[in-house]
């Protein structure tokens, strides 16, 4: 894809690397072709040129909306953009007009609510982001303004959201073509409700998917004239038959069956069903519940829907009953019979399972048990009835409840189309086609080659779609495209389906007797030889490799025979017929006379070749719109991305292919204004005196002598490889502008630096030379204060001693003073105190006898007057003894002293 751009040392570039697919990183050298890359990952690669991509340094962090509007259109370039959004959860992308839609494995409810529908209603595409509901309503637009049939193609691997994104589709249309406040069962109702109807009966879980439609799918939703929805068919090509026998772990059967199986107990009674483990078409398989499925309540929601589709009770009831039959059919076993190349029915079980099966198709026990252990053989003489042995009765078995799964299956969708009704009026319609995407496993089989065949068929009309969109951009803008090329998978379609083709010679096998896979391979080998999409593989007998668009598959021819073979046995066939239930009756109409009692052959493999080329008419007659669904890792959860897968899945549904399609031509296309916008460095003198961008665009082109490109009405178109050689260009003005810049950048920040550090060392210097003057003048300060202190204390201590001795001095002159002064006063002092103590004495001596006298006299004194008063009393005794004692006054001595 794309040519070898300008690489130069320094670019940024993507390399191939084995885990992650694609890893960017840096050119370090160059010599002649080979390229040495230091990748973001730290790892050095060596290269070829021409497998290093430019990357674009300039992409918007959250990726594009388009992928043709990247700058770089290559693998890596659409993987990361892919990969950016997926991150963000921007599910979806352009690619010009196709969408890519990255399942997220979660869900995103805003994305798809009313108010979104509301939104895109006829807004202009491109104006909103990428969605499918931009889709459907370019394609619903196209349709009533340009009265023209539309189709969108919806495709992927399995487990992609094919499924998710074709009901999101529905949805959307019924909601624009509904009609608002309607009651009871509308068209678009019963369109709506098909999904769970037919999701029952046609899809079941897979290691890819937990709800993988085993069927193809194409809806025509039909309008009237007013834009509403009047009708709908729906188409469905290839049911995996297969699966109703035979399934492995973790896969299941068909959801009807588990459905089925957790009915209410009633039902499970009437139709004498038991837990899904005891049903050996079930029970293979170790899964039996799915995560995320009730089916207890998806039985009663599947019963719920057929009453929307128009399937009445009593039509449910037949549906349920005959599915009962087939797990009971497949738990009937065979034992070896009495005579060679004969068998019986096993044991009373099978017997049951055997009775049962009769009674709910309400046929004979005994032609049922007929018809699975013996052949009628019709020759031209007569009938012969032929015994099977055990192991042809249980193929017998398998083959008629798969004839019976399918044609319930037809039936239901049959039942469907003619309940919803076609508008014969009708004169546009929007088709949605749900197809399986490309198969490569390591075992394929004749499924795998249907499947790879219609994904050829939906390759060529894709590219010859993207070839002419392609033609028609370019003619609007009026450049010339006359060269381009465009590579075609039409030998690989006429490997499969020409005449002379895989599937005539398949047929041709069939129909011949004696045929076996061996010979069938055989001639395969030999008719193909020199076809360059036919490949043997070496040492093997019965392989075939087909070299697809997307890839070489290797196909095992070693069941294609029995499967290409579409009968139904005889004896299945009148038996059925025979049932007393007209619905059963009704799945195995008679067949026309000439055909009854042989097994006539009708190929599966011609019928779905005219079904596909049926529905290629379809499509061809309408407007093509594509939705390619990818899924972004194996491990079914959100926000995992896994290149590698993604890159294969992009391969198979042909972006890569449309991006190829896309170089050819001219793969870069800018506006004026974008070109000039980011060129315009290139020339800026030719831009000056100038405003007309095309102008400055054609000058700019011009100077860089670049040849083949084109300038049309409103776009630069360039070829692969130009957008590179410009932007290594461009790369190169800006690197040395940039190295312009980077000097005198540095140049002014080495001198703010010199003049900081100066300016800071100026700094430091003051400070410290302040510090150490500070220091010396406290150290000085120190030592005068030292001087005064030592002075004061020594003063101190000398006067302290001085006054201490003067002290001491007077003292000693004191007391030698004193000294003689007492000696002379002592003997004046003695004179003194003895002439005192003389005087004192003689003092005393008087008193004492002054006082003797005093006392003498005294007595004397109080003796007389004693005498003399004790005279004076008896005096006066004498006249009172002459008085009465009471009269006589009381006279005492002391009142006698008194007076
Ligand atoms: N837009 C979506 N939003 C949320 N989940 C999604 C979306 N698309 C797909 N899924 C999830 O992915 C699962 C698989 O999707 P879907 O059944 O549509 O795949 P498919 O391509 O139809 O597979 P198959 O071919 O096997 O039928 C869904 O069951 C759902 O869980």
Same mark, same amino acid.
């Given at each position: 894809?794309?040519?070898?751009?300008?690489?130069?040392?320094?670019?940024?570039?993507?390399?191939?690397?084995?885990?992650?697919?694609?890893?960017?990183?840096?050119?370090?050298?160059?010599?002649?072709?080979?390229?040495?890359?230091?990748?973001?990952?730290? %790892?050095?690669?060596?290269?070829?040129?021409?497998?290093?991509?430019?990357?674009?340094?300039?992409?918007?962090?959250?990726?594009?909306?388009?992928?043709?509007?990247?700058?770089?259109?290559?693998?890596?370039?659409?993987?990361?953009?892919?990969?950016?959004? #997926?991150?963000?959860?921007?599910?979806?992308?352009?690619?010009?007009?196709?969408?890519?839609?990255?399942?997220?494995?979660?869900?995103?409810?805003?994305?798809?609510?009313?108010?979104?529908?509301?939104?895109?209603?006829?807004?202009?595409?491109?104006?909103?982001?990428?969605?499918?509901?931009?889709?459907?309503?370019?394609?619903?637009?196209?349709?009533?303004?340009?009265?023209?049939? /539309?189709?969108?193609?919806?495709?992927?691997?399995?487990?992609?959201?094919?499924?998710?994104?074709?009901?999101?589709?529905?949805?959307?249309?019924?909601?624009?073509?509904?009609?608002?406040?309607?009651?009871?069962?509308?068209?678009?109702?019963?369109?709506?409700?098909?999904?769970?109807? $037919?999701?029952?009966?046609?899809?079941?879980?897979?290691?890819?998917? /937990?709800?993988?439609?085993?069927?193809?799918?194409?809806?025509?939703?039909?309008?009237?004239?007013?834009?509403?929805?009047?009708?709908? =068919?729906?188409?469905?090509?290839?049911?995996?038959?297969?699966?109703?026998?035979?399934?492995?772990?973790?896969?299941?059967?068909?959801?009807?069956?588990?459905?089925?199986?957790?009915?209410?107990?009633?039902?499970?009674?009437?139709? @004498?069903?038991?837990?899904?483990?005891?049903?050996?078409? $079930?029970?293979?398989?170790?899964?039996?519940?799915?995560?995320?499925?009730?089916?207890?309540?998806?039985?009663?929601?599947?019963?719920?829907?057929?009453?929307?589709?128009?399937?009445?009770?009593?039509?449910?009831?037949?549906?349920?009953?005959?599915?009962?039959?087939?797990?009971?059919?497949?738990?009937?076993?065979?034992? @070896?019979?009495?005579?060679?190349?004969?068998?019986?029915?096993?044991?009373?079980?099978?017997?049951?399972?055997?009775?049962?099966?009769?009674?709910?198709?309400?046929?004979?026990?005994?032609?049922?048990?007929?018809?699975?252990?013996?052949?009628?053989?019709?020759?031209?003489?007569?009938?012969?009835?032929?015994?099977?042995?055990?192991?042809?009765?249980?193929?017998?078995?398998?083959?008629?409840?798969?004839?019976?799964?399918?044609?319930?299956?037809?039936?239901?969708?049959? %039942?469907?189309?003619?309940?919803?009704?076609?508008?014969?009026?009708?004169?546009?319609?929007?088709?949605?086609?749900?197809?399986?995407?490309?198969?490569?496993?390591?075992?394929?089989?004749?499924?795998?080659?249907?499947?790879?065949?219609? /994904?050829?068929?939906?390759?060529?009309?894709?590219?010859? &779609?993207?070839? %002419?969109?392609?033609?028609?951009?370019?003619?609007?803008?009026?450049?010339?495209?006359?060269?381009?090329?465009?590579?075609?998978?039409?030998?690989?379609?006429?490997?499969?389906?020409? @005449?002379?083709?895989?599937?005539?010679?398949?047929?041709?096998?069939?129909?011949?007797?004696?045929?076996?896979?061996?010979?069938?391979?055989?001639?395969?080998?030999?008719?193909? @030889?020199?076809?360059?999409?036919?490949? +043997?593989?070496?040492?093997?007998?019965?392989?075939?490799?087909?070299?697809?668009?997307?890839?070489?598959?290797?196909?095992?021819?070693?069941?294609?025979?029995?499967?290409?073979?579409?009968?139904?046995?005889?004896? &299945?066939?009148?038996?059925?017929?025979?049932?007393?239930?007209?619905?059963?009756?009704?799945?195995?109409?008679?067949?026309?006379?000439?055909?009854?009692?042989?097994?006539?052959?009708?190929?599966?493999?011609?019928?779905?070749?005219?079904?596909?080329?049926?529905?290629?008419?379809?499509?061809?007659?309408?407007?093509?719109? #594509?939705?390619?669904?990818?899924?972004?890792?194996?491990?079914? !959860?959100?926000?995992?991305?896994?290149?590698? /897968?993604?890159?294969?899945?992009?391969?198979?549904?042909?972006?890569?292919?449309?991006?190829?399609?896309?170089?050819?031509?001219?793969?870069?296309?800018?506006?004026?204004?974008?070109?000039?916008?980011?060129?315009?460095?290139?020339?800026?003198?030719?831009?000056?005196?100038?405003?007309?961008?095309?102008?400055?665009?054609?000058?700019?082109?011009? +100077?860089? *002598?670049?040849?083949?490109?084109?300038?049309?009405?409103? +776009?630069?178109?360039?070829?692969?490889?130009?957008?590179?050689? $410009?932007? =290594?260009?461009?790369?190169?003005?800006?690197? !040395?502008?940039?190295?312009?810049?980077?000097?005198?950048?540095?140049?002014?920040?080495?001198?703010?630096?010199?003049?900081?550090?100066?300016?800071?060392?100026?700094?430091?210097?003051?400070?410290?030379?302040?510090?150490?003057?500070?220091?010396?003048?406290?150290?000085?300060?120190?030592?005068?204060?030292?001087?005064?202190?030592? *002075?004061?204390?020594?003063?101190?201590?000398?006067?302290?001693?001085?006054?201490?001795?003067?002290?001491?001095?007077?003292?000693?002159?004191?007391?030698?003073?004193?000294?003689?002064?007492?000696?002379?006063?002592?003997?004046?002092?003695?004179? +003194?105190? =003895?002439?005192?103590?003389?005087?004192?004495?003689?003092? &005393?001596?008087?008193?004492?006898?002054?006082?003797?006298?005093?006392? =003498?006299? $005294?007595?004397?004194?109080?003796?007389?007057?004693?005498?003399?008063?004790?005279?004076?009393?008896?005096?006066?005794?004498?006249?009172?003894?002459?008085?009465?004692?009471?009269?006589?006054?009381?006279?005492?001595?002391?009142?006698?002293?008194?007076?």
């Amino acid at each position: 894809m794309g040519t070898p751009a300008n690489i130069i040392v320094g670019s940024h570039v993507w390399v191939e690397d084995p885990t992650l697919a694609w890893i960017d990183g840096e050119v370090v050298s160059i010599k002649n072709n080979e390229v040495h890359v230091q990748t973001s990952n730290g %790892k050095k690669v060596t290269t070829d040129r021409s497998k290093v991509f430019p990357k674009d340094m300039e992409a918007p962090p959250g990726g594009v909306d388009d992928m043709t509007r990247l700058s770089y259109l290559h693998e890596p370039g659409v993987l990361q953009n892919l990969a950016t959004r #997926y991150e963000l959860n921007e599910i979806y992308t352009y690619t010009g007009s196709i969408l890519i839609a990255v399942n997220p494995f979660q869900r995103l409810p805003h994305l798809y609510d009313t108010h979104m529908m509301e939104q895109y209603k006829g807004a202009d595409f491109g104006e909103l982001s990428p969605h499918v509901f931009a889709i459907a309503d370019v394609a619903y637009r196209e349709m009533i303004n340009e009265g023209k049939n /539309n189709s969108i193609l919806v495709s992927g691997e399995s487990g992609a959201g094919k499924t998710e994104t074709t009901k999101m589709l529905m949805r959307y249309l019924a909601h624009l073509g509904g009609r608002s406040g309607v009651e009871g069962r509308t068209v678009e109702q019963q369109v709506l409700e098909s999904n769970p109807v $037919l999701e029952a009966f046609g899809n079941a879980k897979t290691v890819r998917n /937990n709800n993988s439609s085993r069927f193809g799918k194409f809806v025509e939703i039909q309008f009237d004239k007013t834009g509403r929805i009047s009708g709908a =068919a729906i188409r469905t090509y290839l049911l995996e038959r297969s699966r109703v026998c035979q399934i492995n772990t973790p896969e299941r059967n068909y959801h009807c069956f588990y459905f089925l199986c957790a009915a209410p107990p009633e039902d499970t009674q009437r139709y @004498k069903l038991a837990d899904a483990r005891s049903f050996h078409y $079930l029970n293979q398989s170790s899964c039996i519940e799915v995560e995320g499925i009730n089916d207890a309540e998806e039985y009663l929601a599947t019963r719920r829907a057929m009453d929307i589709v128009g399937i009445n009770e009593e039509e449910q009831e037949a549906i349920f009953r005959v599915v009962a039959a087939v797990l009971h059919i497949g738990n009937i076993n065979f034992a @070896k019979g009495k005579e060679v190349d004969s068998s019986v029915i096993q044991d009373d079980n099978s017997r049951f399972h055997l009775n049962t099966a009769s009674e709910l198709l309400e046929c004979d026990c005994n032609n049922l048990e007929k018809a699975l252990i013996t052949r009628e053989i019709v020759t031209p003489e007569e009938i012969i009835t032929r015994t099977l042995d055990p192991e042809s009765a249980l193929a017998s078995r398998d083959a008629l409840a798969k004839t019976i799964y399918s044609r319930l299956f037809d039936w239901i969708v049959e %039942k469907i189309n003619v309940s919803i009704g076609q508008d014969p009026n009708s004169k546009q319609l929007i088709g949605v086609l749900d197809i399986y995407g490309f198969e490569s496993f390591k075992i394929n089989s004749f499924e795998q080659l249907c499947i790879n065949y219609t /994904n050829e068929k939906l390759q060529q009309h894709f590219n010859q &779609h993207v070839f %002419k969109m392609e033609q028609e951009e370019y003619t609007r803008e009026e450049i010339n495209w006359s060269y381009i090329e465009f590579v075609d998978n039409q030998d690989v379609l006429d490997l499969i389906e020409k @005449k002379g083709g895989l599937i005539a010679l398949l047929d041709e096998a069939c129909m011949f007797p004696r045929s076996t896979h061996e010979t069938f391979a055989q001639k395969l080998y030999t008719t193909f @030889k020199n076809n360059k999409r036919f490949v +043997k593989p070496k040492l093997s007998r019965t392989d075939f490799t087909v070299v697809h668009y997307a890839g070489d598959v290797t196909y095992q021819a070693d069941h294609f025979l029995d499967k290409n073979k579409d009968y139904v046995v005889a004896e &299945h066939q009148d038996l059925l017929n025979a049932s007393s239930c007209p619905f059963v009756a009704s799945l195995f109409p008679s067949l026309p006379e000439e055909s009854s009692k042989s097994s006539k052959f009708s190929s599966i493999g011609s019928r779905f070749k005219l079904q596909l080329q049926s529905l290629m008419e379809t499509l061809s007659s309408t407007e093509p719109h #594509y939705i390619r669904c990818v899924k972004p890792n194996n491990l079914l !959860k959100p926000a995992i991305f896994e290149n590698t /897968n993604v890159i294969q899945q992009l391969r198979c549904g042909g972006v890569l292919e449309a991006i190829r399609i896309s170089c050819a031509g001219y793969p870069t296309r800018k506006t004026f204004y974008e070109f000039v916008n980011r060129f315009g460095v290139l020339g800026p003198e030719l831009l000056e005196g100038s405003n007309d961008d095309k102008i400055a665009c054609q000058k700019i082109l011009e +100077k860089m *002598k670049l040849e083949n490109y084109q300038i049309g009405k409103t +776009k630069v178109f360039l070829r692969a490889g130009q957008m590179a050689d $410009l932007d =290594a260009r461009r790369a190169e003005v800006l690197g !040395k502008a940039a190295r312009i810049i980077q000097r005198l950048m540095r140049t002014y920040i080495a001198r703010k630096q010199f003049v900081l550090v100066r300016r800071s060392a100026t700094h430091l210097q003051s400070f410290v030379r302040g510090t150490l003057v500070r220091n010396l003048y406290e150290c000085m300060r120190r030592e005068a204060a030292a001087v005064k202190i030592q *002075k004061n204390v020594r003063r101190h201590k000398a006067r302290e001693s001085y006054l201490l001795l003067q002290a001491a001095t007077v003292t000693l002159q004191t007391g030698l003073r004193a000294m003689s002064a007492r000696k002379e006063f002592r003997f004046r002092k003695e004179t +003194k105190a =003895a002439v005192h103590i003389q005087a004192r004495w003689r003092c &005393h001596r008087d008193y004492s006898h002054y006082k003797n006298m005093q006392r =003498a006299v $005294l007595t004397y004194q109080c003796a007389w007057r004693q005498r003399l008063a004790r005279r004076e009393l008896r005096n006066l005794k004498m006249p009172q003894e002459k008085l009465e004692p009471s009269k006589r006054p009381k006279i005492s001595l002391r009142s006698a002293l008194k007076s």
